[in-house]
Nanobody, 119 residues
Framework: EEQFVESGGGLVQPGGSLRLSCAAS????????MTWVRQAPGKGLEWVSS????????TYANSVKGRFTISRDNAKNTLYLQMSSLKPEDTAVYYC???WGSGAGANARGQGTQVTVSS
């Protein structure tokens, strides 16, 4: 069974930083692209970023480009999202998902991790 455990969220002031982690299991992690998506209160899923299976290629939503960095450690079956210069509009529950691109959000299965950006 595929499992995704997101962690690292919390309350942070505008301009602050957080690093999210996603521990994946139940599939061959190193052979799949991976994706972060988020869901703000009262809104639908928003694609944030994707990374290729070997971590060579990455892509970002315009709203986070230059502020967020996606990475992965295939030896640890773990996906990361380093977030900096956080804004109140980044407040959301963040999920990881197997696959590449905005469509991968449909694969989100974990409980997510809450990120709240507020002063």
């Amino acid at each position: 069974e595929e499992q995704f455990v997101e962690s690292g969220g919390g309350l942070v002031q505008p301009g602050g930083s957080l690093r999210l982690s996603c521990a994946a299991s139940g599939f061959s992690f190193s052979t799949y692209g991976m994706t972060w998506v988020r869901q703000a209160p009262g809104k639908g899923l928003e694609w944030v970023s994707s990374i290729t299976s070997l971590g060579v290629g990455t892509t970002y939503a315009n709203s986070v480009k230059g502020r967020f960095t996606i990475s992965r450690d295939n030896a640890k079956n773990t996906l990361y999202l380093q977030m900096s210069s956080l804004k109140p509009e980044d407040t959301a529950v963040y999920y990881c998902a197997k696959g590449w691109g905005s469509g991968a959000g449909a694969n989100a299965r974990g409980q997510g991790t809450q990120v709240t950006v507020s002063s």
